[in-house]
C-alpha cells in the first residue's frame, strides 16, 4: 500500500490519477473529506499538524510500504521564523518510521541544503532528517514547475506583462506530470533506493520567451524595485529579500542546468513548455 501525501496538489493530481490507471494500491492522504470525494480515489482524511490523524493515516504497522512525501513550499514567515513545511514533513517521517514503512519518496527542490533559503534550505533540514533515520529513502529535487505559470508562483503579472527581476537567464521548467511519473516509478518499482533524482524540463528558457508563449510581454525589473513592489504586498522583509534571490539566482543562470532523469527514470522526453500550454496548462 502506498500513502501519497499532498495529494490534491500540481505533482499529487497527477500522481493519483496515475496509480490509479496503473491499478496500483494506494491512499491519498487529504485534508478534507470533500477534497478526497473530488479526487475520485481511495482516501483518508488527515493533517501533517495533528499527528493523531497521520498516525490513523497509516493504520496498523506494516500496512504503509511506502510513502510519498508532499506538502506545501516555502510561505511567507515572519522574520526568523522556521518554514512550517519543515515541522509538518518531520513529523511525517516520524509517523512512517512508527507505522514501519519501508521507502519513503520525497518531493525536495532543486539544490536543497541545509541552512539555504526559502524552500531550498527547508527541504534540505528535511532530507538530512530523513538521511538519519533508518528509513530507505529517494529523493526528488524537481526544477521549478511549470504549473507556477497557471498559480500565479511563475512571477505577477501586470497591465498585461510578466513583471519580475529575471533577467536573461534561463530556467528549465518541469511540467509536474513528469515529476508525477517519476515519483510512481519511485514508488512502485525497485529502482531509486538511496538515490537523488533531478527533474527538468527538456529545453531552458528565459521569462521573456515564457511570456511570449503566455501571450504577455514581459517587463524585467531591478533587484531594488523588485524588493519594493514584494514589500508593497505586505510580505515580510526576510522573505522578500529571499525572493529576490532566488530572481537573482534564476537571471544568473543558476536555474538552467538540464538533466536525463526524467527519461531515465520514465523512458520518455519531458515535456517542453509548449506541450503543456497545449494540453491546457494543466
Ligand atoms: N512550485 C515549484 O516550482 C517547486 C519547485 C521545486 C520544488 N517544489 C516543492 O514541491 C512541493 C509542492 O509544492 P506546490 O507549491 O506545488 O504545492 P502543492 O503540491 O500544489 O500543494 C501542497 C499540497 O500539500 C497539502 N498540504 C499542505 N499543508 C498540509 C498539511 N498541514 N497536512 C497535509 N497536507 C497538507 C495541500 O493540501 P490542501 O489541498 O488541503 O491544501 C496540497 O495537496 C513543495 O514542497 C515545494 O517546495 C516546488
Known sequence: MILVTGATGSIGRHLVRRL????????????????????????????????DSLAAAFGPRGRVSRLLLNSAGA???PDGTPQPMVRRQLAAIDAARAAGVERVVKVSAFGAAPGGRLAVGAHGEIERYLKRSELSWSMLRPNGFMQNFATGDGGYVRDGALVGHFGAGRVAYVDARDIAACAAVLLTGDRGAGEVFVPTGPEALTHREIARRLGLGFRDIPAAEAAAELRVRGLPDGFVADLVWLWEDMAAGGLSVLTEDVRAL?????????????????
Open 20 to 51: 490509479a490507471a496503473e491499478n496500483v494500491e494506494f491512499t491519498a492522504l487529504v485534508r478534507t473529506a470533500a477534497a478526497g470525494r473530488s479526487l475520485g480515489c481511495p482516501y483518508v482524511v488527515g493533517d501533517f499538524d495533528d499527528p
Open 75 to 77: 510561505v511567507p514567515v
Open 266 to 282: 520514465t523512458g520518455r522526453t519531458p515535456r517542453t513548455f509548449d506541450d503543456w500550454l497545449a494540453d491546457g496548462r494543466p
